[in-house]
């Protein structure tokens, strides 16, 4: 929640006459695989990224007596199995077979079974232990037996050779951006100007300018600070990312100058002979950022069963503030990332409204729907109060869609919302039989009922007293295996309704 509180910034119907449009064509597969901590500290807060070769994560830094430093378990702690405890002036963890020893305030420890000289003095604050930033990549490449390259200036550490690399290939009307292994940056735009932020991707390139002579793109800049690499993109027009499948392809084009306006009406089914389906354009004030829809298939031949997670706000609209410092966008785009690998899991394809923190408004995701044709939608909203899971389906009645006819905008939910409230159940049940808490509502949500397809939301509250539980890993993950499983048990039911 809230579910209709879509922002409206004055400044932003200015800046929409040099609207930048922010395609994100996400299908399956097209994530990375690195998947550690999603959540990323606030972008004042200093941070190290580490990168290894299955897996990424960013931790904080913390500054003592002019020293950065950094907590030793948490950073072992994405490899496997470690603990850590005081003994008297004496910290020992043990990370597998192997030890690190250090005293509290001394600089002369032992890693693995080895001498060990600090920069700086150790410190323990509680059972926690600290040590200098700059010899935890000495210390980590000890303890995993690995290489460590480590980019000082901008806090980035590669482990065990990790780094995604890539090239730029200008084109009369595109710049590719071919990348070694998947990615999957946060999009950020203003005019004139895209900008790709990678940081759980191990993406290097040095400090990589090059000037194009080109119609479209001016220049692409590589720079990396603060646990990020960022790439940027100067365009001579307003410029659209797209995300070719499986995620090692992003191909900057020109955006379309105008958008249009979002139709009366909207076809939950094209005729036959239609023109592809075009990105169904905002209403009034278009955002600076707007995906388009994620699929065009073949208009005639019933589509491939793909469910479209609908990662509720971002960019402008944070949705709900749960703590001072968790922002309902965050939590949403968390989980959906978990609901999609879970559901890829069992077979399912998956297109995501967004993938990043971009404003999208909620119409545009029922359209961006509706002109994939996906057959399923799931909104997924997060809260403070309340236990588990809460599962809602459109309060519309139900009619009989006129077979090829034109459904009205208002109510395109009406012919499906049986359906929807069938695979409400099923995913409820699923729920329950993992022992999560949940609660089944009708509601009047947006964008629920401009949906032609079967369409639920799903609520995810915390899983006890901590508010923080929403947006835990390993809570989240049951949540999304369970919602999944039920959405795969709901499979034939909705396949046989559309
Ligand atoms: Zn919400």
Known sequence: MPWNDRRRHPNQAGRAALAILVLMVLLAGAQSPQRARETAPAPEEKQLSVYGPRVSYSLPVSERNGQDYVALLEALEPFGNVSAGVDGQKWKLHFGKLEAEFRRKASAGKVAGKKFELPAAFLLEGDRGLVPLRALPSILSRMLATKADYHEAARRLFLGGAATHFTTDPRENELILNFTA??????????????????????????????????????????????????????????????????????????????????????????????????????????????????????????????????????????????????????????????????????VSVVMARDADVTVPVEQRAAMADAGRVAIFVSLHAAAEGRGVRVYSAMINSTTPTPGGFVPWDTAQAGQVLTSRALADLVKAELTRHEIPTGELPAPLKPLNNVAAAAIAVEILPSGNDVGSVNAGVYQQRVAAAVAEGIAVGRPRVEAQR
């Open 182 to 347: 998947p990615v999957n940056p946060l999009i950020s735009t203003e005019p004139g100007k895209l900008k790709m932020t990678f940081t759980r991707d191990p993406v290097v390139g040095g400090s990589y300018i090059l000037r194009l002579e080109n119609p479209l793109v001016s220049s692409v800049t590589f720079a990396e600070s603060n646990g990020r690499g960022e790439l940027t993109v100067l365009g001579r027009l307003p410029l659209l990312a797209q995300f070719a499948p499986g995620g090692k392809t992003i191909d900057i084009v020109a955006a379309p100058r105008q958008a249009r306006s979002l139709p009366p009406s909207t076809p939950p089914g094209l005729p036959e002979g239609a023109p592809p389906v075009a990105a169904p354009a905002t209403v009034e004030a278009p955002p600076v950022t707007v995906p388009a829809p994620p699929t065009l298939q073949s208009l005639t031949a019933k589509p491939p069963f793909v469910v479209m997670l609908d990662a509720a706000h971002g960019g402008d609209d944070p949705g709900a503030l749960l703590s001072e410092t968790l922002e309902e966008k965050a939590v949403t785009l968390a989980f959906a990332r978990r609901l999609r690998n879970e559901l890829q899991t069992r077979g």
